[in-house]
Structures are given as structure tokens and as C-alpha cells.
Nanobody, 124 residues
Framework: QVPLVESGGGLVQAGGSLRLSCAAS????????MGWFRQAPGKEREFVAT????????KYADSVQGRFTASREDAKNTLYLQMNSLKPEDTAVYYC?????????????????WGQGTQVTVSS
């Protein structure tokens, strides 16, 4: 059973917005740091955002700072990524991830659980 399930991806024009959701399944992640990563065709998976277990520490990649907002709603066991002012270079498969720790950083090996990803395509 996949512990994390992403949704909300799709096709949007440059300048538009999307909100991704990541729902936990089979267990809760209320005491886990959560993160968002993305992988574009032909490129390695890259860090997008991370949020600590109580939301007191949120970090973003420089490329999305000021445009993307990560948040979590533990009552719904759900992680969100609000993406505004989207650019064609944001096109990628977006993955959510959970760490066993309260805090996590920007490298994928700090995360223990992964979703299957949702495609985001931004047209110019």
C-alpha cells in the first residue's frame, strides 16, 4: 500500500496556479517532517520544499521561493503545495515525501516514504 498519494496536478498556462495535495494512507504523519520534490524529464529529482512536523520550519528551493507555499493540515493527514506564477520550467512530476524525523532537509535520502507522483505541465 502506497503511504502517500498526490493529487492536483494538471496542465496550466504560464502565470497560472495549481494546488497539489498529498494524502496519507494507512498511517498518520503528524509527527513527521514532510517534503515536496520534483523530477523533470531527463533530470534528477530535485528538492522543492520541506515543512517540519509542527510547521515551525519551512524551507524552499531558490527556484520556487516566493511563488510556492507548503502547508500541512494534520487533522486531515494532508500536505499541500500551493503553486502560483507557474513557469514552463516548473513542468515536472511532483512527489511528496515523509521523513521519520521531526525535521528534514533538502536531500531525498532524508525521507523514508514517497508517493507515486503527480504530473504538472506548464505551457508557455
Amino acid at each position: 500500500q502506497v503511504p502517500l498519494v498526490e493529487s492536483g496536478g494538471g496542465l496550466v498556462q504560464a502565470g497560472g496556479s495549481l494546488r497539489l495535495s498529498c494524502a496519507a494512507s494507512g498511517r498518520t504523519f503528524g509527527t513527521n517532517a514532510m517534503g515536496w520534490f520534483r523530477q523533470a524529464p531527463g533530470k534528477e529529482r530535485e528538492f522543492v520544499a520541506t515543512i517540519s512536523w509542527i510547521g515551525d520550519q519551512i524551507k524552499y528551493a531558490d527556484s520556487v521561493q516566493g511563488r510556492f507555499t507548503a502547508s500541512r493540515e494534520d487533522a486531515k493527514n494532508t500536505l499541500y503545495l500551493q503553486m502560483n506564477s507557474l513557469k514552463p520550467e516548473d513542468t515536472a512530476v511532483y512527489y511528496c515525501a515523509a521523513s521519520e524525523g521531526f525535521y528534514a532537509g533538502i536531500t531525498s535520502d532524508e525521507y523514508d516514504y514517497w508517493g507515486q507522483g503527480t504530473q504538472v505541465t506548464v505551457s508557455s
